[in-house]
């Protein structure tokens, strides 16, 4: 006698919300005015932005003599600000493609924004090196371009040129991935919107899209490959950024640990902004029944286990620089903790090991406030954690004789803010005229388990079982032309 296995019933993700109600919901900041929320927090970040393009303009003027560099930290403020936000953009990756290729159907409600802090987070980072040059009319020397004044061509060494190719190759990848996820949305736009200058703008972008099965078929066979081609990234160019340190000789520095090291950093203060990023907008935005409880545990999950790989991370420099026995590797990691800037390490191993175990409680997680402020904490972390491996390692060199010590000027912190005041004006505008959630891909998860166990038993013909099974493998993805929009913006009836 033959028994069907019944699938075990797990809670789905969105509840009580059919795809008419999605469209509306997530559409409707696209529709309406303004909040005054929205304007406090555009002008907040805009009036930031515009007092580090007063800085940056400054120091151009006027020379790197604005900053606290000497000639034994000449590296500080803003390289340690280009890892920071490269870091910050890996989540993005992560959420989006490696996810996606794993059928983690939760990853729906969040993957829009983190595409989006990805491709803001890069741009932040790609400045820094440009002003870190003093002079960054000559960033075209980075480009290997022919010239007519002999064998002259770029140093390929140079860990400078790496970060170029990095930055343009993430930067490229995923603002395509990003664009093509959001083909189907923009369709949605357009239908919804009165004719006019925003209609004809969406038009344009949505490259007309018409909802068919093929339209379809196509669009899931590009994501799926540009989601493949993604993945890589998050290993290569963090690794690369962890090569302008580990090919030096300086004690410190010269260590194989730093690309995976580098990797793990970024994907927990990746997903530490991201939390940040989503409570905000599910706050404000009225979104508390697309980002759930079961979305906001799941990420926390991700920053207490990234948050183990950093501090194993931590305990594995210790260790190597005690059984190496060179004396200024040992040196460099006592003065870290017990130096003059033991204040910054602290603050790093309290914000990046010891917050992030208050996770693990359940009550803990389900207290939003308070994931918001862990997630703000281990930003700080973060940032500190780039810090404190740049100028701890610089600033006491081999011979005592060099050793110095580095203070930022008033230019540097405005900097600083500036890129933070550039990342969320971004952000905002994102909000404002772009689908924060991806409409399509939630649609896909209204009333399915969150994690899939298998299709239900069908005793329904061979004929009808191939779509049923396309579904279960796609998520259930149905067309509907409940309101304007419905059939364009939403997935195939396979």
Same mark, same amino acid.
């Given at each position: ?29 696209? &529709?309406?005015?303004?909040? *005054?929320?929205?304007? $406090?927090?555009? #002008?907040?970040?805009?009036? @930031?932005?515009? +007092? ?110 790496? &970060?170029?190719?990095?930055? *343009?190759?993430?930067? $490229?990848?995923? #603002?395509?991935?990003?664009? @093509?996820?959001? +083909? ?311």
């Amino acid at each position: 006698m033959h028994e069907t296995a019944v699938p075990i019933s797990r809670e789905p993700l969105i509840l009580g919300k059919t795809i008419g109600q999605v469209t509306r919901d997530i559409c409707r900041p696209l &529709d309406s005015r303004p909040t *005054a929320l929205w304007w $406090t927090g555009f #002008l907040l970040s805009f009036a @930031v932005l515009g +007092i580090g393009v007063a800085a940056v303009s400054y120091q151009i003027a006027t020379g790197i003599g604005t900053w606290g560099l000497n000639r034994t930290v000449g590296w500080a403020f803003d390289i340690t600000n280009f890892v920071f936000w490269i870091g910050i953009g890996h989540a993005g990756t992560l959420i989006s493609a490696i996810l996606f290729l794993l059928r983690q159907r939760w990853r729906t409600s969040v993957n829009r924004a983190a595409e989006a802090m990805t491709i803001f987070a890069v741009v932040c980072a790609g400045l820094f090196p440009l002003i870190h040059m003093g002079r960054p009319w000559l960033a075209f020397w980075m480009f290997p371009y022919p010239n007519t004044r002999g064998s002259l061509w770029i140093n390929f060494r140079s860990p400078l040129v790496w &970060d170029f190719f990095a930055i *343009a190759t993430y930067f $490229t990848i995923s #603002l395509m991935f990003w664009y @093509v996820g959001l +083909i189907p949305d923009l369709a949605t736009a357009r239908d919804r919107t009165p004719p006019g200058l925003r209609r004809r703008v969406y038009e344009v972008l949505s490259l007309g899209w018409n909802g068919s099965y093929r339209t379809w078929l196509r669009y899931e066979i590009v994501y799926l490959l540009l989601a493949g081609l993604a993945t890589p990234l998050v290993v290569s160019v963090h690794t690369i950024v962890s090569w302008d340190f580990a090919t030096s000789v300086i004690p410190g520095w010269h260590t194989t640990i730093f690309p995976p090291y580098f990797v793990a950093g970024a994907i927990f203060s990746g997903m530490a902004m991201v939390l940040t990023l989503m409570l905000i907008a599910r706050a404000t935005m009225g979104l508390q029944a697309y980002i759930t409880e079961r979305h906001v545990d799941v990420m926390s999950k991700l920053v207490i286990l990234t948050s183990g790989f950093v501090a194993f991370a931590y305990a594995t420099e210790f260790f190597t620089a005690l059984y190496s026995a060179n004396q200024y590797e040992q040196f460099v990691f006592k003065n870290r903790a017990l130096g003059p800037l033991a204040w910054a390490y602290w603050t790093m191993v309290s914000c990046n090991v010891l917050v992030p175990q208050l996770l693990w409680f359940r009550g803990v997680r389900r207290r939003f406030a308070v994931v918001f402020v862990l997630s703000l904490l281990i930003n700080v972390g973060m940032w500190f954690e780039r810090f404190v491996i740049i100028v701890t390692s610089l600033h006491r060199d081999y011979l005592p004789a060099a050793w110095s010590s580095y203070t930022p000027t008033l230019i540097e912190v405005a900097t600083l803010a500036g890129s933070f005041g550039l990342f969320f004006t971004a952000f905002l505008l994102f909000c404002r005229f772009v689908p924060v959630i991806a409409v399509a891909e939630v649609k896909g998860v209204i009333g399915t388990p969150g994690t899939a166990p298998g299709p239900e038993p069908s005793h329904e013909p061979a004929a009808s079982a191939a779509p049923r099974a396309r579904r279960a493998r796609w998520g259930d993805k149905t067309r509907t032309s409940e309101e304007p929009g419905g059939v364009s913006g939403s997935p195939p009836l396979t």
